[in-house]
């Protein structure tokens, strides 16, 4: 208990755990001169390396870089003994690191924190432990570690067993000694593999349990690597720099080598070269497109696969240890040090959970469908409540009796991974939402802890006393965090990335997968912004710059950079003749375009002489089809059928339909309205011979990109006046519906990102005089929008056309026209187009293909209200 009439002792900051995180932490807050205190549940300093002592247990990333960076003297004084260094040795390292910088005088060791709440008033926390003592701080630092709460063991009859009981993350210190007995281990993530070899050379019959089988690649462990410790010695700045810099934390040159194009030569090179490095990051990077293309992971996986059969000899097991379930790297894969050779030991048994399922653990041993097992100990490896469960197990009240456990009931939620709304002055070290486990630990803590401390250092510096990020700073950070997942194969895993290793936990994508560098270079930003999306506090007031740090799709960011690393010229500055041979030259580095049912080239009469179009039929189902008839995009000057040609067979894979490329006369050749005109003569002669075309008589829909959507938009105004045809619908990619160019996005974005202001004022000097430019059938805005087909049209936010589009979808509202408005958020004007390249573009276009079928109802009819607006 507390004692009565004793104030509480008050620090600037209190930190929790005396790991990595928690050492480091502690370091730069007294060099700050602030007053900090570190409460450990341990009786020594280590964190996860304090309590992980299982047989085997190494570190899986070098040593040359999992280490701290903070002082190069440290480094001088300290040299590791293995490529990988064993537990004992990583804990003696913390420990000299404490003894080093006196650290250990500002901890409690054996003292756990069970509660932190937030005091509006005091604008202070009030730390609770398991001692009795209650602290006040300032600011509360989490620093307890990603994988620190272990998973209880949730098979039934666990407590039942009557033998020894181990857990890989709470390992007894005087170890244990398994000479002569009977073993079951169950789990085989990395904490598994690691002991699983080891176990089996003491024990005299070891039966591993597997519910998953794991990627594992052999350790190779050894004297470290000559290549990165000359890297080291030649130049030790810059080594930590590139690693600082560098997607995952550590020095690894990336490479552009798509698995789905490399030569069978090339993968099998750059597999067997990762394979005999044995370096996680290396094995994560044979392929630039591992991670987000099934085909080029298969690739991969395969390859391991076969190793795994060649290194096992009962063909049965080798099967059963072949990961199949999950793509490789979406959960987090092993180094290993002989674990698949184990399995070839006689006394080492492989038990396969998914044919052979766990029924009960009992007094004796571990019953499973169909065989009895007894053992004198069994080893749980069965891992952790990954990244929210050490920050959850404290009870944490911040503002307004908010609690952090039912904030994050549905997933957690931060800003950066460093703080999260409702609770002031709360920081986490390497917390969800963070590069943390998907890179080289250290250098992620290293970032963290520095950021926090400069954070703490600004805000002594301004007089303020308290940060909190906003709702839309963090909702926009959480958005971002979603985004980059979702863009590669890693939420498909029931990983425990996911929160799919717990029983109950929300799945949702935990750690920040955009990279180090990127991340880095957003906290740096927030920073630079002047704490960006940060609530800052003080005597003399409150201070708020509100905003998202991150809100473009991460895909788009990347292709708008690879852009800018080209140096291309400006379309503008150049002649429309260079100009379409720069668009032609970069068709031809497009990745291939879908497969569809048939691609014909051919002809139909237009009112200036024959109009070039290409047919694309799907391949499913069987026609007829519905026809849409398509206009590319290109300022009215550029483009051609080649241009669209991935859009138009995604459009026509997806909807179903026939789609009609049509390849209209293009300015300055032929200016106003001769594209217009083309485009409605278009119309009326692929109606007129739909069933020719293999399509539905009646069923007619219209689209188009750009200035092809301004054309596509203007034909259904033409067809109405004119009475005919009938068009079931419009659909309108970023289209040109007004010759206005003074709207906001023209202003936000009207430079960088790709389709420019002075371009679109070059489209229009091509194509139309300035008298012409108010005309309907240049600016459709400006028509006439009663009775028009039912319209969808995509808008990109970072596309000066955005909010003409916009403004389109809403005056047909108001005219009492069905629209449907598809907000393209985080793109471009152009990355919706680009098939392949961008893959968060995806989704969006398979709504476009399904507004496409929604336009034309199942029945066969063609009808002016659409199925999806009925
Ligand atoms: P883990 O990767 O979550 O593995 C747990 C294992 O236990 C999995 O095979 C899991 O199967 C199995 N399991 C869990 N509950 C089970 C149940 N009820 N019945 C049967 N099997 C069950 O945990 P970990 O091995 O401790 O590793 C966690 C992370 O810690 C690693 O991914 C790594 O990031 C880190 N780590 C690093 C090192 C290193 O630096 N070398 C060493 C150890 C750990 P399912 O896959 O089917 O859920």
């Not at 030649?234 to 590139?242: C, G, K, N, Q, T």
């Not at 469908?369 to 911040?398: Q, R």
């Not at 519905?626 to 991935?646: E, M, N, Q, R």
């Not at 996005?745 to 229009?764: H, I, P």
Request: net charge negative.
């Amino acid at each position: 208990m507390n004692q009565p009439n004793k104030a509480p002792e008050q620090f600037d900051a209190v930190i929790v755990g005396a790991g990595f995180s928690g050492l480091y932490m502690l370091r730069r807050l007294r060099q700050l001169g602030l007053s900090a205190r570190i409460f450990d549940s341990a009786d020594d300093v280590g964190g996860t390396w304090y309590w992980n002592r299982y047989p085997g247990a190494r570190c899986d990333i070098p040593t040359t870089d999992y280490a701290y960076s903070f002082d190069p003297g440290l480094e001088k004084d300290w040299a590791w003994s293995e490529k990988y260094a064993t537990q004992p040795e990583i804990l003696d390292y913390l420990r000299f690191v404490a003894d080093r910088y006196g650290l250990r005088s500002g901890i409690d060791f054996s003292t756990a924190v069970l509660s932190a709440r937030w005091d509006t008033q005091d604008r202070l926390w009030t730390i609770q432990t398991d001692r009795g003592a209650q602290v006040r701080c300032r600011y509360y630092i989490m620093a307890s570690g990603c994988l620190s709460a272990p998973k209880s063991p949730d098979i039934d009859g666990a407590d039942r067993f009557a033998g020894q009981v181990y857990s890989t993350s709470r390992w007894p210190h005087e170890g244990a000694d398994f000479t002569g007995q009977r073993v079951a281990v169950i789990g085989t993530g990395s904490s598994g593999i690691q002991a699983i070899p080891v176990i089996a050379r003491q024990a005299s019959r070891l039966t591993v349990f597997q519910r998953t089988p794991n990627f594992s690649v052999p350790a190779r462990n050894g004297a470290a690597s000559a290549d990165r410790l000359k890297q080291l010695a030649d130049d030790r700045d810059a080594y930590r720099h590139a690693a600082r810099w560098s997607r995952a934390g550590m020095p690894v040159e990336p490479t552009d080598i798509l698995g789905v194009t490399a030569s069978d030569a090339v993968r099998r090179e750059r597999f067997e070269g990762a394979w005999e490095q044995g370096e996680l990051f290396a094995i994560l990077g044979i392929f630039a497109d591992q991670g987000i293309n099934p085909a080029s992971n298969d690739i991969v996986a395969g390859l391991i696969r076969e190793k795994i059969r060649s290194a096992v000899n009962d063909p049965q097991t080798a099967e059963a240890l072949c990961p199949k379930d999950h793509y490789f790297g979406t959960k987090r894969p092993c180094l290993d040090t002989d674990y698949f050779e184990t399995y070839n030991l006689p006394h080492v048994q492989l038990v396969d959970l998914r044919s052979q399922p766990i029924t009960s653990i009992t007094e004796h041993g571990i019953d499973t469908v169909g065989e009895s097992f007894d053992f004198d100990a069994i080893v749980y490896a069965t891992g952790f409540d990954a990244m929210t469960g050490a920050l959850t197990a404290v009870a944490v009240t911040g503002r307004d009796e908010l609690s952090l456990k039912e904030k994050w009931a549905a997933g957690p939620s931060t800003y950066l991974g460093l703080m999260t709304a409702g609770f002031p002055n709360f920081f986490m070290v390497t917390g969800p939402g963070s590069p943390s486990v998907l890179s080289n630990m250290t250098v992620s803590i290293e970032q963290h802890v520095d950021w926090i401390a400069g954070c703490l250092a600004y805000l002594a510096g301004e007089g303020l006393e308290t940060i909190e990020p906003t709702a839309l700073a963090e909702s926009g950070w959480d958005q971002h965090v979603r985004d980059c997942a979702a863009i590669t194969l890693y939420p498909t895993a029931n990983s425990w990335y996911m929160g799919a290793n717990v029983r109950g936990k929300p799945q949702v994508f935990l750690p920040y997968i955009g990279g180090v560098d990127t991340y880095r270079r957003a906290c740096d930003d927030v920073v630079a912004q002047g704490y960006l999306g940060f609530r800052l506090t003080g005597p003399g007031g409150e201070r708020c710059r509100d905003g998202v740090i991150r809100s473009m799709q991460p895909d788009v960011a990347l292709v708008l950079e690879a852009m800018a690393e080209m140096g291309l010229p400006a379309l503008e500055t150049l002649s429309v003749a260079d100009a379409r041979a720069l668009m032609v030259a970069s068709a031809q580095t497009r990745p291939p375009a879908p497969e569809v049912g048939e691609v014909t080239d051919a002809v139909m009469p237009g009112p200036g002489g024959d109009l070039p179009y290409r047919l694309y039929r799907p391949a499913e189902p069987e026609g007829p089809h519905p026809v849409v008839v398509y206009f590319h995009g290109g300022g009215w000057v550029l483009g051609d059928l080649d241009s669209d040609d991935p859009l138009c067979r995604d459009l026509c894979a997806r909807s179903g339909t026939v789609v009609v490329s049509v390849n209209y006369r293009h300015a300055p050749e032929a200016r106003f309205p001769a594209a217009a005109l083309d485009a409605f003569a278009a119309v009326q002669w692929v109606h007129a011979n739909a069933s020719a075309l293999g399509g539905i008589g009646g069923q007619l829909a219209v689209a188009g990109w750009s200035a092809g959507a301004n054309i596509a938009a203007v034909a259904c105004q033409l067809a109405r006046d004119a009475g005919a045809p009938l068009i079931a619908g419009q659909l309108l990619i970023s289209p040109v519906v007004d010759s206005d160019l003074t709207r906001p996005s023209y202003a936000e974005n009207g430079d960088g990102y790709l389709l420019t202001t002075a371009l679109m004022r070059w489209f229009w000097d091509h194509y139309a005089d300035q008298a012409d430019r108010a005309d309907v059938r240049a600016a459709p805005l400006r028509g006439d929008l009663r009775d028009l087909p039912p319209a969808c049209i995509l808008t990109a936010d970072y596309d000066p056309l955005r909010d003409e589009g916009m403004a389109y979808a809403a005056a047909l509202k108001a005219s009492g026209t069905p629209a449907r408005h598809v907000r393209a958020r985080g793109h471009t004007h152009t990355s919706i187009t680009m098939v392949g390249v961008v893959i968060s573009g995806a989704p969006l276009r398979a709504q476009l293909g399904q507004a496409l079928r929604d336009f034309f109802p199942p029945g066969g009819h063609s009808s002016s209200k659409p199925h999806f607006l009925a």
